[in-house]
């Protein structure tokens, strides 16, 4: 009788994890825009002049050679820096198709809307 109360106890449990494993999976795919077709990298650089463009350099050297392929685009944001690492982001987004410029405000709106940035 005992084994018999347990393995239900299991089975209940089970189908509980089932349903809560189900219901994230429609959560996921129902109120959110990023879908599972790649990896966005979020680089967030504030007075990195001397860094950026070769840490930019080098995730594109990854992507543009096959050993990254499933990122789907790298969005640089510029956290208010005081120096050139701006403009070096603009010009690298400028160059380089899979490099979407964005500032610190309009990031969460990118985030959410990742599926229209093409």
């Given at each position: 009788m005992l084994e018999y109360i347990l393995n239900g106890i299991l089975w209940v449990l089970a189908l509980y994890g089932l349903f809560e494993i189900i219901k994230t999976i429609i959560y996921t795919y129902?109120?959110?825009n990023l879908k599972a077709d790649g990896i966005y990298v979020i680089v967030a650089a504030k007075n990195q002049?001397?860094?950026?463009e070769g840490f930019l350099r080098s995730l594109l050297f990854r992507i543009i050679y096959g050993k990254e392929e499933s990122v789907k685009d790298i969005i640089v944001v510029d956290l208010n820096s005081t120096d050139e690492t701006k403009k070096i982001m603009e010009k690298l987004s400028g160059d380089y198709d899979v490099i979407k410029m964005s500032n610190w405000r309009d990031c969460k709106e990118l985030i959410d809307n990742i599926d229209e940035v093409k």
């Open positions: 129902t109120y959110t002049e001397k860094r950026i």
